[in-house]
Nanobody
Framework: VQLQAFGGGLVQAGGSLRLSCAAS????????MGWFRQAPGKEREFVAS????????YYADSVKGRFTISRNNAKNTMYLQMNSLKPEDTAVYYC?????????????????WGRGTQVTVSS
């Protein structure tokens, strides 16, 4: 499956952005999906994941209550709604797919990655 993330941009602290991840090549419904991010000088970190059906979701503690992951398998697209953004959310955001399940949160568990989209939150 080929993935492409988009929707990033520059936003002020407290603002919102919605990222999208479009899939091609294979149906998105075959995979659990996740969002990761990588800030300059830091390792890539897990943000959120969602099961095949969308019935189960998982979040990093740092984004819980502010970010919402969702998916529309009919549109072959996954989303990340980001509210109450903070400067520390600044990073390149990546979407990824795995065929193991949404409870797996390590980068190594994900086999397909899209090119990232930059999110910059100004203070």
């Amino acid at each position: 499956v080929q993935l492409q993330a988009f929707g990033g941009g520059l936003v002020q602290a407290g603002g919102s952005l919605r990222l999208s991840c479009a899939a091609s090549g294979r149906a998105l419904s075959n995979y659990a999906m996740g969002w990761f991010r990588q800030a300059p000088g830091k390792e890539r970190e897990f943000v959120a994941s969602i099961s095949w059906s969308g019935g189960s979701t998982y979040y990093a503690d740092s984004v819980k209550g502010r970010f919402t992951i969702s998916r529309n398998n009919a549109k072959n697209t996954m989303y990340l709604q980001m509210n109450s953004l903070k400067p520390e959310d600044t990073a390149v955001y990546y979407c990824a797919a795995n065929n193991r399940g949404a409870m797996y949160h390590s980068s190594d568990d994900f086999h397909s990655w899209g090119r990232g989209t930059q999110v910059t939150v100004s203070s």
